[in-house]
């Protein structure tokens, strides 16, 4: 009964082609949903680990929808980052943080949902995708990303209602199948990934002329499964992109910037209103239910590793020299509406600025307490 009891706690759920051993080693990374908001707050958060030198020490990258944007921009550049000899890459805001703060200056969700609608040969995901191309990562494909850490870029399959990863070694469903070596944009990956619904779901991805293979397991193996597929925001399934990283490493950090839902002191009665909030609470609670579960995994020593939320609060960390973060400052940007939407200066600034914060309070309470004391990338946007 222990046993059972044991697996039933965990923040993810077992499928068949899961090993029955819990890792021993490997460090993995990963990224919440939360459009800009999250982007943003993850460079913050990948600035700090970078000056610890623990960006070499990652096994997996793991991420979905605003996480997403981030792990693609990072993947791309990784080779051209110039870790020195100290696990340190001299280029990150260069590589890295500049591109993502430039893309923060367009609004991109609004103009393709408008597009999409008004020209039937297109879809509104298409554009988004038109627009990662355009803004970040130009024609390069998955088999670009770096052999290690291994990036795995996660999405929704409506169809079968799993996750759906796109990888450098395979592009898969546990219950579909596999394709090999997926010579796929980085930017289709992406907007697969960060399709959130209602307006940019789903995305229409035509695999029906790859080369699947299927291997033990898959189920669901016919081509009206393998052919024009259905997918989502990877937050759909799950918002932390906790899956691929919990079952394969035993060390897990992880970087959440996503979104809560609103009180409402007049819930809309109508049919439709109405259900859309009772979908928003029932996602706001599995998100808050993974969120527990993880982080009494963590107190727990099922893992090792941190939780790193954008809700959190410094004091509950219990360091004795933290960086400051007045909670009325730092839970107005955690309420920024989850859009891909322009940001001005002031808020790209905020949100590192908190990513860099909760990176160097977890990072030296539960990674290194040896590590020096961080000081902001932008110290004019203090969080006090």
């Not at 793991?62 to 981030?70: C, K, L, P, R, Y």
């Not at 008004?118 to 038109?130: C, Q, R």
Request: glycine residues 10%; contains cysteine; negative net charge.
């Amino acid at each position: 009964m222990a046993e059972v009891t044991d697996e039933l706690a965990e923040p993810v759920r077992r499928i068949p082609t899961d090993t029955d051993q819990p890792p021993t080693s490997g460090v993995a990374l990963c990224l919440s949903g939360g459009g800009y908001r999250a982007m943003l707050f993850h460079v913050g958060v990948l600035q700090r680990l970078n000056e610890a030198g623990w960006l070499p020490k990652l096994d997996r990258i793991s991420s979905v929808s605003g996480g997403s944007i981030t792990a693609g921009v990072l993947a791309i550049g990784w080779n051209d980052l110039g870790f020195d000899s100290n696990g340190v890459a001299a280029r990150f805001d260069e590589v890295v943080a500049t591109p993502l703060r430039k893309l923060a200056k367009h609004t991109i969700d609004v103009p393709s949902v408008v597009v999409g609608l008004l020209e039937p040969l297109s879809s509104i995901g298409h554009h988004v995708a038109a627009a990662y191309e355009r803004h970040l990562f130009g024609d390069k494909t998955l088999q670009v990303f770096p052999d290690r850490p291994r990036f795995v870029i996660n999405s929704t399959n409506l169809a079968s209602g799993e996750l759906f990863r796109f990888s450098k070694p395979y592009a898969a469903d546990w219950r579909v199948g596999r394709i090999n070596s997926p010579d796929l944009p980085v930017a289709t990956a992406v907007a697969c990934s960060s399709a959130f619904p209602p307006f940019l779901s789903p995305y229409r991805l035509d695999l029906s002329g790859q080369p699947w293979t299927t291997d033990e397991g898959n189920d669901l193996t016919t081509p009206d499964y393998r052919g024009d597929l259905r997918l989502s925001d990877g937050g759909v399934y799950d918002n932390l992109g906790l899956e691929t990283a919990w079952k394969t490493c035993r060390t897990v950090l992880v970087s959440d910037a996503g979104g809560h839902i609103a009180a409402e002191p007049d819930p809309p009665g109508d049919w439709g209103r109405h259900m859309l909030r009772v979908l928003q609470v029932i996602d706001n609670q599995v998100r808050s239910l993974r969120k527990r579960q993880v982080i009494c995994g963590l107190a727990g020593g099922d893992r090792d590793g941190v939780y790193l939320g954008i809700r959190s609060h410094i004091a509950d960390y219990s360091l004795t020299d933290p960086m400051p973060a007045n909670p009325d400052v730092t839970i107005k940007l955690a309420a920024l509406a989850t859009r891909l939407a322009e940001t001005d200066d002031d808020m790209q600034e905020r949100l590192i600025n908190w990513g860099y914060v909760m990176g160097d309070t977890g990072l030296r309470r539960h990674l290194d307490p040896n590590a020096a004391k961080g000081t902001l990338p932008y110290p004019n946007r203090p969080l006090t």
